[in-house]
């Protein structure tokens, strides 16, 4: 089992950046996936959630409106589209799953938002 995320950097304030998550190792269509960020010196938020069919969406009050998740059950890769970005959203983004009740996380990449 491994989900490996990718297209994180440096972007500047109002920017776009696209981030996504192959899975691997298990049934991707079958769950609901995540997204998930660790700002420096806090604690790790929920971000975007979508389900295994991706009929069903929610975001975080911060993203709401900025941020789009999306998924390609052929691809077995979950995306999360982030428009009109901000210093605050500068962070540690990271892909999760609850796999038969086990929580997964990918590595995580880095998103740096500044001018």
């Known amino acids: 089992v491994q989900l490996v995320e990718s297209g994180g950097g440096l972007v500047q304030p109002g920017g776009s950046l696209t981030l996504s998550c192959a899975a691997s190792?298990?049934?991707?269509?079958?769950?609901?996936m995540s997204w998930h960020r660790q700002p420096p010196g806090k604690e790790r938020e929920l971000v975007a959630t979508?389900?295994?069919?991706?009929?069903?969406?929610t975001y975080s009050e911060s993203v709401k409106g900025r941020f789009t998740i999306s998924r390609d059950n052929v691809k077995n890769t979950v995306y999360l589209q982030m428009n009109s970005l901000k210093p605050d959203d500068t962070a540690v983004y990271y892909c999760?799953?609850?796999?038969?009740?086990?929580?997964?996380w990918g590595q995580g990449i880095q998103v740096t938002v500044s001018s």
């Open positions: 999760y799953a609850i796999l038969v009740g086990r929580p997964t």
């Open positions: 190792g298990f049934t991707f269509r079958a769950y609901s």
């Open positions: 979508i389900s295994n069919t991706g009929a069903s969406r």
